[in-house]
């Protein structure tokens, strides 16, 4: 499913079932709530970046700043952020990254670093990617799989591969976001990369709505046997498409990650203000919560909290 199909529909009143108060709260989080690390993060600033994929997302086309990002998650004790790269019009790759490191360096807000947007295939990568060598900001880079004029099997090409292979010698992770039908290629390209770290988002982009996951299953699963790759639990929601759901709904594409990456290898994201699309920040927080909340403390810990802190080394 390519991000124009995924967003269809989007300025569809959201009609998910639940509502902030219907959802039950573990122990822990019924008067001050667990501290959260949030490692998907957006904001778009419409007067600043060109982002062409909102012409299909007429709910998203407008800007979505760290004060709204801050009143969303008023309440939740959202401590620390990772910004995702919004797949801004190339040419502003490297005005988007320096953006976002100004406003990490600031320190006025809780985004402490960012997996910044590049092409691992372009002519000029090489160069592009070692300005952000040793970063204290820049943990990382995605380039969307999953748009319509990507081909299925472009990861796998030699100067994409070749590309990947130089974020591992600058000590920068990949964060994978790509069709469900194409996760075999994602354990491939891990293999073919040997020394670069992997954060596969959005669980491989299961659909809440797919009847049939068995295919996803397996690739998920296949995925998960490399070691140097990680499970963010993200994203879905956004998937329901503005149609009623409740937890349960979500419960076996979150409970099989956890089966086969186990609870070292999982971590949260938060994938606002695309999880709109299905929910309200909050609702997304307490869908998990809600979801994990008969596992022990210290795995729910590292889920919304020290995986994160490993994973894209937050200081």
């Not at 997302?57 to 800007?63: R, T, V, Y």
């Not at 969303?72 to 320096?98: C, F, R, W």
């Not at 070292?264 to 609702?283: E, H, I, M, N, S």
């Amino acid at each position: 499913m390519d991000r124009r199909s995924f967003l269809k529909g989007t300025s569809a009143v959201l009609a998910a079932r639940l509502t902030d108060s219907s959802m039950p709260t573990t122990h822990a989080a019924a008067n001050t709530p667990s501290p959260i690390i949030d490692t998907h993060q957006h904001l778009w600033d419409l007067g600043k970046f060109r982002l062409p994929w909102l012409k299909g997302a007429p709910g998203l086309a407008h800007s979505y700043l760290m004060d709204d990002y801050l009143k969303a998650t008023q309440g939740l004790n959202v401590i620390k952020s990772i910004y995702m790269e919004v797949d801004v019009d190339p040419a502003q790759h490297l005005e988007e990254a320096d953006w976002v490191v100004h406003v990490c360096q600031r320190g006025d807000s809780p985004m402490v670093g960012a997996v910044i947007g590049g092409r691992p295939a372009s002519e000029g990568f090489a160069e592009y990617i070692k300005r952000f060598h040793g970063s204290a900001y820049v943990k990382g880079l995605r380039q969307v799989l999953h748009t319509p004029e990507t081909p299925a099997g472009f990861c796998l090409s030699d100067r994409f591969v070749n590309g990947i292979r130089l974020l591992g010698e600058h000590g920068l992770n990949y964060d994978l976001c790509m069709r469900p039908t194409e996760l075999h290629d994602a354990a491939k390209l891990i293999d073919l990369c040997p020394d670069t770290s992997f954060i596969l988002d959005h669980c491989g982009n299961a659909d809440v709505l797919d009847k049939d996951r068995t295919a996803w299953r397996a690739a998920i699963a296949e995925v998960a046997r490399r070691q140097r790759v990680v499970c963010k639990v993200s994203g879905i929601v956004a998937s329901t498409k503005g149609r009623p759901w409740v937890a349960d709904d979500l419960a076996p594409i979150v409970n099989h990650v956890y089966d086969v990456f186990g609870p070292d290898r999982v971590l949260f994201g938060g994938d606002w203000p695309v999880c709109t699309l299905g929910a309200t920040y909050r609702q997304w927080v307490q869908a998990l919560r809600t979801i994990v909340h008969e596992r022990s403390a210290a795995e729910q810990r590292k889920l919304f909290h020290d995986n994160a802190i490993r994973v894209y080394r937050i200081v």
